[in-house]
């Protein structure tokens, strides 16, 4: 069980909301090693027409469902014995996902004539701070003048003129310029850190994959250093024992064949770097991890609106509300919804 498990029946011993005298059972002074924020700030902004270039493109790859279909577990990086857990909304793909994707399809789309911009979101919550500045200031004694730049890592979700969704990274830069309260010279440095935050209003495709986007930003800077602190303690936590989590436990396994299936595709061990990644006439760069496109694609750059003069099953049809034109069989607009009107050959 964890510290909130309603199995936990000692909850005396768990943190969480005190009631009655906050004093009572406090028995030791202790001290903790732990990052002092000294001073931090925050500012939220709108940008205007931004302007910025999707790279590292990939197809968003969902086998038949729709997005809204799936439901995605959190994604954790670890390294050594840390994990780092990031939990998106129900439904919410990531740039990662789409990468595993389409790593493990067996072939990858083309894109296809004009692009129409979806959506952006931060990838990360950690900003990179470059060309920063600190002066002193000498009529305000522990104060000084914070200057630089503002790196916020974007993933751009847009979709074709066949209504595939693809997904690429930018950055947008914003300059940031602040009073911000120094603490004095020590042995031991103080730091700027930056934490981040951003997601689009609206945006449009102005080609050579770049894209014209409104995007609500929001930065905060923190003046940290690493310190050691008294604090008092209530003593060391007990830990309770873990609740196994036992549900169907056994259906994943048992849903397996019961002899093993070969596999017709070859698999490389090792590809090559360069064959992950196309570059087309536009200049833009998308993944293809050396697989092959997928029968009935053209291989062509894309271009104007040469899809819809293809040879393949599926028809153009134009959005009644925001003006999308793809090539798709679904009536319901894959940007807003509405009904696809004004289908052609």
Same mark, same amino acid.
Do not use: H
């Given at each position: 069980?964890?510290?909130?498990?309603?199995?936990?029946?000692?909850?005396?011993?768990?943190?969480?909301?005190?009631?009655?005298?906050?004093?009572?059972?406090?028995?030791?002074?202790?001290?903790?090693?732990?990052?002092?924020?000294?001073?931090?700030?925050?500012?939220?902004?709108?940008?205007?027409?931004?302007?910025?270039?999707?790279?590292?493109?990939?197809?968003?790859?969902?086998?038949?469902?729709?997005?809204?279909?799936?439901?995605?577990?959190?994604?954790?990086?670890?390294?050594?014995?840390?994990?780092?857990?990031?939990?998106?909304?129900?439904?919410?793909?990531?740039?990662?996902?789409?990468?595993?994707?389409?790593?493990?399809?067996?072939?990858?789309?083309?894109?296809?004539?004009?692009?129409?911009?979806?959506?952006?979101?931060?990838?990360?919550?950690?900003?990179?701070?470059?060309?920063?500045?600190?002066?002193?200031?000498?009529?305000?004694?522990?104060?000084?003048?914070?200057?630089?730049?503002?790196?916020?890592?974007?993933?751009?979700?847009?979709? &074709?003129?066949?209504?595939?969704?693809?997904?690429?990274?930018?950055?947008?830069?914003?300059?940031? &310029?602040?009073?911000?309260?120094?603490?004095?010279?020590?042995?031991?440095?103080?730091?700027?850190?930056?934490?981040?935050?951003?997601?689009?209003?609206?945006?449009?495709?102005?080609?050579?994959?770049?894209?014209?986007?409104?995007?609500?930003?929001?930065?905060?800077?923190?003046?940290?250093?690493?310190?050691?602190?008294?604090?008092?303690?209530?003593?060391?936590?007990?830990?309770?024992?873990?609740?196994?989590?036992?549900?169907?436990?056994?259906?994943?396994?048992?849903?397996?064949?019961?002899?093993?299936?070969?596999?017709?595709?070859?698999?490389?061990?090792?590809?090559?770097?360069?064959?992950?990644?196309?570059?087309?006439?536009?200049?833009?760069?998308?993944?293809?991890?050396?697989?092959?496109?997928?029968?009935?694609?053209?291989?062509?750059?894309?271009?104007?609106?040469?899809?819809?003069?293809?040879?393949?099953?599926?028809?153009?049809?134009?959005?009644?509300?925001?003006?999308?034109?793809?090539?798709?069989?679904?009536?319901?607009?894959?940007?807003?919804?509405?009904?696809?009107?004004?289908?052609?050959?």
């Amino acid at each position: 069980m964890s510290f909130y498990s309603y199995k936990n029946a000692n909850a005396d011993a768990c943190p969480g909301a005190i009631t009655g005298n906050a004093m009572n059972g406090i028995t030791e002074r202790i001290c903790v090693q732990v990052k002092n924020v000294y001073d931090s700030c925050l500012q939220q902004e709108q940008l205007d027409d931004r302007v910025v270039t999707v790279s590292n493109i990939v197809p968003v790859l969902t086998n038949g469902c729709t997005q809204q279909d799936i439901s995605r577990s959190c994604r954790c990086e670890c390294a050594g014995n840390q994990c780092n857990c990031k939990c998106g909304a129900c439904g919410e793909i990531t740039y990662q996902d789409a990468l595993e994707n389409a790593e493990n399809a067996s072939c990858l789309p083309q894109p296809c004539g004009t692009w129409t911009f979806e959506s952006c979101r931060s990838s990360t919550t950690v900003g990179q701070i470059t060309n920063l500045s600190v002066d002193r200031l000498c009529d305000r004694p522990q104060f000084a003048r914070v200057m630089g730049d503002v790196s916020i890592p974007i993933d751009v979700l847009f979709v &074709d003129q066949r209504c595939q969704e693809w997904m690429g990274q930018a950055t947008i830069q914003v300059s940031k &310029d602040v009073l911000l309260a120094i603490p004095d010279e020590s042995i031991v440095p103080f730091t700027l850190e930056s934490l981040v935050s951003a997601i689009c209003v609206s945006g449009r495709y102005v080609g050579s994959c770049q894209f014209e986007i409104t995007i609500c930003v929001t930065v905060v800077l923190k003046i940290l250093a690493e310190v050691e602190v008294m604090i008092p303690s209530y003593g060391f936590c007990e830990i309770p024992p873990c609740e196994e989590f036992a549900e169907s436990v056994c259906d994943e396994f048992f849903s397996l064949p019961i002899f093993p299936r070969s596999s017709a595709r070859s698999i490389s061990t090792e590809p090559q770097a360069a064959s992950n990644v196309q570059t087309n006439a536009s200049g833009c760069s998308f993944y293809t991890g050396g697989k092959p496109f997928c029968s009935g694609q053209s291989t062509s750059a894309p271009s104007g609106n040469t899809c819809c003069s293809q040879s393949i099953s599926q028809s153009c049809s134009t959005c009644s509300n925001c003006g999308t034109t793809c090539q798709s069989s679904s009536s319901l607009c894959p940007r807003c919804g509405s009904a696809m009107t004004g289908s052609t050959v």
